[in-house]
């Protein structure tokens, strides 16, 4: 590990997108399949079961809702993970309610002895989230419409290669939020979360061949990620990561 955090170590990141997203109108599987799921659903879609996901969190999970300061950041935060065991619970066959999170060194939930992997994200109005049968999934949802100082934060947290590419772009918000999301699926996906050097994560190319030093990455990571982005309307973009070759991917919505 010391010789790693001195010279970094080689990751690959495979980079697929932006496609099309059409969430398929589909009912929750009983089962975990063989095909990566991604499930996504605007905060008025899941409104009218606030009071029903409200009854399925746990203590623990009130307790985080209650510490917002504002009434939409905690609706956003209940529906989100209500639904979260609402999909789950339908796959595992058990009641939402019953379903027990573990959590990783940097807070990613999980099942603890089941092979069942997933990923939730939320944005200002919609949620996402992925689920796979076994390998570690990542996905990052986020508004087009949002209030973002692009060319400031792209500064800050991109490579040069990313930033010419948002400079040369059509629309740079856009592709800023194609690529930001992209970085957060991966770090997502190998369970670290965000870290301050996000410089060092470049998600530009088709093929990114990268070598990173941060010890918590080099400790946590894969040595490679497949990452596939949707434009799913006009007002949301999906990035979801997966270990090693993604396979078949389908989208759901409610």
């Known amino acids: 590990m010391k010789d790693d955090v001195l010279t970094g170590r080689k990751l690959t990141v495979f980079c697929e997108g932006p496609f099309i997203g059409s969430p398929e109108r589909a009912a929750i599987p009983t089962e975990p399949t063989d095909h990566i ?15 029903a996901y409200h009854a399925t969190l746990d203590p623990t999970e009130k307790e985080r809702m209650a510490r917002f300061r504002f009434e939409v950041d905690r609706e956003r935060f209940l529906l989100g993970h209500g639904w979260l065991r609402e999909v789950l ?8 309610a019953s ?4 959590r990783g060194r940097y807070g990613k939930p999980f099942l603890e002895g089941h092979p069942l992997r997933f990923n939730i994200s939320d944005t200002k109005d919609a949620v996402a989230i992925a689920v796979s049968k076994e390998r570690e999934v990542g996905v990052d949802i986020e508004t087009t419409s949002r209030k973002v100082h692009h060319v400031e934060v792209g500064q800050h947290y991109f490579t040069t290669e990313e930033i010419a590419a948002i400079d ?9 939020l194609e690529f930001w999301t992209r970085k957060e699926a991966v770090l997502k996906a190998s369970g670290v979360g965000i870290m301050d050097d996000l410089h060092l994560l470049r998600v530009n190319a088709p093929v990114n061949e990268l070598r990173i030093t941060h010890p918590e990455f080099i400790a946590m990571a894969t040595d490679e990620y497949h990452v596939r982005t949707w434009s799913v309307g006009d007002e949301h973009l999906i990035s979801l990561a997966v270990e090693h ?6 989208m759901f919505g409610v």
């Open 245 to 250: 070759a993604v396979g078949e991917v389908r």
């Open 37 to 51: 799921a991604v499930w996504t659903a605007t905060l008025a879609d899941l409104l009218p079961r606030a009071e």
């Open 89 to 96: 619970g339908t796959y595992l066959l058990c009641a939402p």
């Open 99 to 102: 379903l027990s999170f573990s």
């Open 168 to 176: 040369e772009a059509p629309d740079g918000k856009r592709r800023f």
